[in-house]
């Protein structure tokens, strides 16, 4: 059973770098096919995918969000870990991690709340 | 981008009376033999988790009281006889290009 973690500041200064990092345990992120992916969800709003990176190191971004974002991964920890550059108060959110197989994301963090905010 | 929009948007509903919510996507999801349509539920205060994927298939532990339907465009989770454990937002999901979810359908008990 793979379990995901979400940590990273929970504030935010207007026009910094949101930095957060998922550890994966009970599965590799370099072995299986498997995206693993960020997304979040805005109080009281609907979800967002952010960007996701597969197991061979490739990545995609929500296009609306791409020229912001970066996802990597240390596979020396088992960790992936979230960028978002130039943040403002709509980009304060509950951010989650999760995992994406062959039929849909079947594990996820609890979710972390970062907010945006000087 | 596939456009993902749900009906209703809530949804009060009766323990034990059956509940349906509507999800229509902006292209056809049907590509391969299956549709690229997936529903998850978002209790109060957790993670979604996975109910539904190829548009019809329960995922693993889901009662099967949760049913999906539909190709192409159109699709429809049932709940033959709701329980007050049903209570959350439902999103259907497109898995076709990258992913995007519908706005969400609040069920709550009457």
């Known amino acids: 059973q793979v379990q995901l973690q979400e940590s990273g500041p929970g504030l935010v200064k207007p026009s910094q770098t949101l930095s957060l990092t998922c550890t994966v345990s009970?599965?590799?992120?370099?072995?299986?096919?498997?995206?693993w992916t960020w997304i979040r969800q805005p109080a009281g709003k609907g979800l967002e995918w952010i960007g996701r990176?597969?197991?061979?190191?490739?990545?995609n971004y929500n296009p609306s969000l791409k020229s912001r974002v970066t996802i990597s991964a240390d596979t020396s920890k088992n960790q992936f870990s979230l960028r978002l550059t130039s943040v403002t108060a709509a980009d304060t959110a509950v951010y989650y991690c999760?995992?994406?197989?062959?039929?849909?994301?079947?594990?996820w963090g609890q979710g972390t709340l970062v907010t945006v905010s000087s | 981008d596939i456009v993902m929009t749900q009906s209703p948007l809530s949804l009060p509903v009766t323990p034990g009376e059956p509940a349906s919510i509507s999800c229509r996507s902006s292209?056809?999801?049907?590509?391969?033999?299956?549709?690229?349509l997936e529903w998850y539920l978002q209790r109060p205060g957790q993670s979604p988790q996975l109910l539904i994927y190829?548009?019809?298939k329960r995922a693993s532990g889901v009662p099967d009281r949760f049913s999906g339907s539909g190709s192409g465009t159109d699709f429809t989770l049932r709940i033959s006889r709701v329980e007050a454990e049903d209570v959350g937002i439902y999103y259907c999901?497109?898995?076709?290009?990258?992913?995007?979810f519908g706005q969400g359908t609040k069920v709550e008990i009457k």
């Open positions: 190829m548009g019809s």
């Open positions: 990176l597969y197991t061979t190191g490739s990545t």
């Open positions: 999760a995992t994406y197989g062959d039929f849909g994301f079947d594990f």
């Open positions: 009970g599965g590799s992120i370099s072995s299986g096919s498997y995206y």
């Open positions: 292209q056809s999801l049907h590509r391969n033999g299956y549709d690229s």
């Open positions: 999901m497109q898995a076709l290009q990258t992913w995007t």
